[in-house]
Each structure stands twice: as structure tokens, then as C-alpha cells.
Nanobody, 124 residues
């Protein structure tokens, strides 16, 4: 069974940076595409970024483009989300997700496994 554990969230000011990490265990990490999603109160869980199983392709929502970078280290079985120039609208619980197969996807329903989430709060 796949387990995902996120870390790195916290309280920061607008313009600051954070790096989220997600540790994967239970299956062969390099067989999974990975994604980051976020959810704020009263809103549906939304796509942030995704990466193919070899790290060769990355995908972002419009808000994340140019500010966030998703990456992975298959040797360490981890995926990361570097977030720069954070804005108050980025405040949310951030979830790591795993999808078996090469292709990443922007739909939460395409992902099979989820972490417990890590809170990111950006003050103005």
C-alpha cells in the first residue's frame, strides 16, 4: 500500500518562499506520476502541479506557472514543490498525490493515493 507523507508547510509572509516535500513508500516510486493539489475552506480540491514518473514533463495551473516548481528525486522516493513569491491566495492545505503510470493528470479523480496534507498560510 502506498503511503505519502507531506512536510514543509508553515506560516509565511507574502513574497516569501516555501519548499514542500512528499515522501513515498510502499511501491516502486518510479512507476508513479505525482501531483500536488490544494484545498482552502469552502473550495474544492484543485490542481497545482504534476510530474511524470521520470520527471521528464511537468504541468502547472495558471497560478503556479512561473512561481512554483515541481521536481522529484526517484532515488530518494520524494517529490517536491518549490513555491516562490507566495501570495495570500496560496493559503490552503497542500496535498501530495500519486497516480500509477507515466502520465500526470490535473484531475484529482485520476490519482490513486493521497497524503494527509500540509497547511500553508500566507499573510499579507
Amino acid at each position: 500500500q502506498v503511503q505519502l507523507i507531506e512536510s514543509g508547510g508553515g506560516l509565511v509572509q507574502a513574497g516569501d518562499s516555501l519548499r514542500l516535500s512528499c515522501a513515498f513508500s510502499g511501491r516502486t516510486f518510479s512507476s508513479f506520476a505525482m501531483g500536488w493539489f490544494r484545498q482552502s475552506p469552502g473550495k474544492e480540491r484543485g490542481f497545482v502541479a504534476a510530474i511524470t514518473w521520470d520527471g521528464g514533463r511537468t504541468f502547472y495551473n495558471d497560478s503556479a506557472k512561473g512561481r512554483f516548481t515541481i521536481s522529484r528525486d526517484n532515488a530518494k522516493k520524494s517529490v517536491y514543490l518549490q513555491m516562490n513569491n507566495l501570495k495570500p491566495d496560496d493559503t490552503a492545505v497542500y496535498y501530495c498525490a500519486a497516480r500509477e503510470g507515466y502520465y500526470a493528470d490535473s484531475s484529482p479523480t485520476a490519482f490513486d493515493y493521497w497524503g494527509q496534507g500540509t497547511q500553508v498560510t500566507v499573510s499579507s
